[in-house]
């Protein structure tokens, strides 16, 4: 078979997650609560060192209410980077506070830091309220928590760290999910561990943590009758896709390994190829979740479309990064603090299949095919 569709992050489930699955359906624990999830927090929490963690089903719905446990709300500004999925942003839409974009470092794609520190300081001469910065880690590498921690602090603004990617990855030897007041993951099917869908907040803080798990249970009273003093979300994991990512779990070391791999693949192929780098390259916490590659379309004679539409003829699936979110029709008009690195990013950067699932042969086949358009150049 030489023309199935080989997928940018397709999810990397097996046996074992079908076991893990099975047990909970037969153990009739099939509820967004129950013992998986309970372990599955725990299991995660102990990964990445934190005390406390709260299983969602997405982590979109982490980063709500995480937004609005640090108390998002209308007539505040949140700083997100404008290089991010849409989540971080839509999720500061959602509390009524408003998204104020920051540019990223061209190297990284990560929040650029020195225009963080400018729009901390004018936010706060302008006399706004700044609920909260969150920092993305993007493609599965840290941002620099080393300055980004002391600035906010000073500021007294607190951080929700964006680890959708990231999980595993490190800086400093600090786990991804454990910088900021609280951090969130993603499982969506396309990351680097997947229950399918679900999400997780992870924390320190026992007030914090409580608030999340009672907000996301439709913020019943402890009562016996049905009683409600806030308003509040279903937003829980289920216990059997709970059970999926306590499999995952299991091999997160493994597949981050078969993507460091393929990463160092990449790195060769390209070595020698003028006006193309790996973004981020030279990180050793980088749990290798997507590798980007940056084309300097005057330095190699081609652009990034041109190798996408390449493969793409030859099924094999590539996306540019994400689309600057100060970009987006539904952010426009948004504030923001620019220098144009994410726009070309946006335009030069390509991310490859890079999926723990991909077989040597379908590895064999992206090699040649990017071979191949690389010898007609
Ligand atoms: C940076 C980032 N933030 C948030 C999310 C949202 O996570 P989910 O899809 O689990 O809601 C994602 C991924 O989907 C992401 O990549």
Redesign the pocket.
């Known amino acids: 078979m030489t023309n199935d569709t080989i997928h940018l992050s397709p999810p990397d489930v097996g046996p074992l997650e079908e076991r893990y699955a099975i047990s909970a359906i037969r153990s009739g624990w099939v509820a967004p609560l129950g013992p998986e999830v309970d372990a599955f927090e725990s299991e995660v929490a102990s990964r990445v060192g934190t005390s406390h963690a709260v299983a969602t089903n997405?982590?979109?719905?982490a980063?709500h209410l995480g937004l609005l446990a640090l108390g998002a709300r209308p007539e505040q500004v949140v700083i997100v980077p404008t290089l991010?999925?849409a989540?971080?942003a839509n999720a500061v839409v959602y509390t009524g506070a408003r998204p104020f974009f920051v540019d990223c470092d061209p190297l990284t794609g990560n929040i650029d830091v020195d225009l963080l520190e400018t729009a901390l300081t004018r936010l706060r001469r302008d006399g706004r309220e700044v609920a909260a910065v969150i920092p993305?880690d993007m493609f599965g590498r840290c941002a620099d928590y080393e300055r980004i921690l002391p600035m906010c602090a000073e500021a007294g603004v607190p951080v929700l760290e964006?680890a959708?990617?990231a999980l595993g990855a490190t800086r400093a030897g600090r786990a991804a999910g454990s910088f900021g007041r609280a951090g969130?993951l993603?499982?969506?099917g396309n990351?680097i561990i997947t229950t399918s869908?679900?999400?997780m907040l992870l924390t320190e803080d026992a007030a914090l943590a409580e608030r999340v798990r009672y907000l996301a249970t439709q913020a019943r009273q402890p009562v016996w009758h049905y009683e409600h003093v806030d308003i509040g979300y279903n937003y829980r994991l289920s216990n059997v896709l709970a059970a999926i990512g306590r499999a995952q779990l299991r091999r997160l070391d493994t597949m981050i390994g078969r993507r460091r791999d393929l990463r160092e693949s990449y790195a060769k192929l390209f070595a020698a190829v003028p006006g193309v780098d790996l973004l981020g390259e030279g990180d050793p916490g980088d749990n290798c979740w997507l590798t980007v590659i940056v084309v300097d379309p005057d330095e190699a004679g081609w652009d990034a479309r041109e190798l996408a539409a390449h493969l793409a003829d030859r099924h094999i699936e590539t996306r540019p990064v994400w689309m600057p979110m100060h970009l987006q029709p539904v952010h426009s008009g948004a504030e923001a603090a620019l220098t144009g690195a994410a726009e070309r990013l946006f335009t030069t950067g390509l991310t490859l299949p890079s999926g723990s699932a991909m077989t040597d042969s379908h590895r064999a086949r992206v090699e040649q095919a990017i071979d191949d358009f690389l010898t007609t150049r």
């Not at 997405?58 to 719905?61: L, V």
């Open positions: 997405s982590g979109t719905a980063l991010t999925f989540a971080t993305v964006d959708a990617e969130v993603s499982f969506n990351k869908g679900g999400g």
